[in-house]
T-cell receptor, first 113, second 113 residues
Framework: SQQGEEDPQALSIQEGENATMNCSYK?????LQWYRQNSGRGLVHLIL?????REKHSGRLRVTLDTSKKSSSLLITASRAADTASYFC?????????????FGKGTLLTVNP | ETGVTQTPRHLVMGMTNKKSLKCEQH?????MYWYKQSAKKPLELMFV???????ENNSVPSRFSPECPNSSHLFLHLHTLQPEDSALYLC????????????FGPGTRLTVL
């Protein structure tokens, strides 16, 4: 069954605003990752948060993880037109299969100049 | 994207053709992956190779045949495909012993006529 599911499916904002995307998952995990994909291109790893972490920052990115609710959020602050892309959360299978990631359908973010 | 390269970038083939997709990683990783990305669907894991050994075959039809001759190269051999196999095929690599951040290639856009 699908592990990660992003919400909303699409988000349109103005440059300079903040963008928040959410991810929910079903089973226990070792870590949760966020990836970005520009149209028709490969995915680019953004940030990884381990199951024992609650918050992590990287530049304009802030990720939170709530394992009790099985959810994560990705916040992009002061958005730019170049942030326009699809954003995916990915969870590992836990246990001995932590090399296997399951991706959600993604959130399409459009940042208007 | 230079860490993981994929060729060709675009491929159009008939249902009776045989073709191969190639992936090469220059990152010294020990795991490689094939994913299929179709419109409106989550990224689907197809095959996983750890240390050149196939460890995952996610119920993929036999018309897709992977090959991993060494830890740097991964092929996906295609034959008698169907139009519904048209999609973006993504290759990725990772270091299994790490937290499994995956590095993706740019993908091959496959169209089956």
């Amino acid at each position: 069954s699908q592990q990660g599911e992003e919400d909303p499916q699409a988000l349109s904002i103005q440059e300079g605003e903040n963008a928040t995307m959410n991810c929910s998952y079903k089973t226990s995990i070792n870590n949760l990752q966020w990836y970005r994909q520009n149209s028709g291109r490969g995915l680019v790893h953004l940030i990884l948060i381990r199951s024992n972490e609650r918050e992590k920052h990287s530049g304009r990115l802030r990720v939170t993880l709530d394992t009790s609710k099985k959810s994560s959020s990705l916040l992009i602050t002061a958005s730019r037109a170049a942030d326009t892309a699809s954003y995916f959360c990915a969870t590992d299978a836990g246990g001995g299969s932590n090399y296997k990631l399951t991706f959600g359908k993604g959130t399409l973010l459009t940042v208007n100049p | 994207e230079t860490g993981v390269t994929q060729t060709p970038r675009h491929l159009v083939m008939g249902m009776t053709n045989k073709k191969s997709l190639k992936c090469e990683q220059h990152l010294g990783h020990n795991a490689m992956y094939w994913y299929k990305q179709s419109a409106k669907k989550p990224l689907e894991l197809m095959f996983v190779y750890n240390f050149k050994e196939q460890t995952e075959n996610n119920s993929v039809p036999s018309r897709f045949s992977p090959e991993c001759p060494n830890s740097s190269h991964l092929f996906l051999h295609l034959h008698t495909l169907q139009p519904e196999d048209s999609a973006l095929y993504l290759c990725a690599s990772s270091q299994v012993q790490s937290y499994n951040e995956q590095f993706f290639g740019p993908g091959t856009r496959l169209t089956v006529l």
